[in-house]
């Protein structure tokens, strides 16, 4: 089962003209999920603050799939679909809570980075010890549908 990374209602200053939320706080909630998946990982502050570690998104794709109006209440559904010893290919989407449709997804690479060094290294061992519980745990779960996307037009010839 995906792991329920963050709820939250739409607030009114997050809709736009048209009544919907504005695509960037799809981001915003997708970054606060993302916030709580590094807090389950053992990288919360204190875990930071332990191992000098922290994670960098290095690639987001999103898709919008439903509209989303002010006041509605909203949870993520966050999955690892694979990693290795510095990085995690995540899925998140976005839902109303106990419903099955998706209303947004977004397919993330995220990075560990040593802060003081600057540059990538591999997980802790105790984060990397998390990271391999929750990827036995999402093994057997269907990739979903928006992962590995490409954005593009077909050329007309």
Not at 43 to 72: I, S
Request: glycine share 6%.
């Amino acid at each position: 089962m995906t792991l329920v990374t963050y709820q939250t209602s739409i607030h009114s200053d997050w809709v736009d003209y048209n009544g919907h939320l504005r695509d960037a706080f799809y981001l915003l909630i997708f970054s606060h999920a993302t916030d709580a998946l590094m807090d389950a990982l053992g990288l919360d502050e204190a875990g930071r603050a332990r191992t000098g570690h922290t994670l960098y998104t290095l690639e987001c794709h999103l898709n919008f799939l439903a509209e989303v109006k002010e006041g509605e209440r909203v949870q993520v559904r966050t999955q690892l679909l694979a990693h290795d010893a510095k990085r995690l290919h995540i899925h998140h989407a976005l839902y109303r809570p106990g419903e099955s449709a998706s209303l947004a997804e977004s397919e993330q690479m995220l990075m560990n980075i040593d802060s003081a060094a600057g540059r990538a290294a591999p997980f802790d061992a105790q984060v990397a010890d998390k990271v391999a519980q929750l990827a036995s745990e999402h093994q057997g779960l269907p990739q979903p549908a928006c992962v590995g996307r490409v954005i593009g037009l077909r050329r007309v010839a």
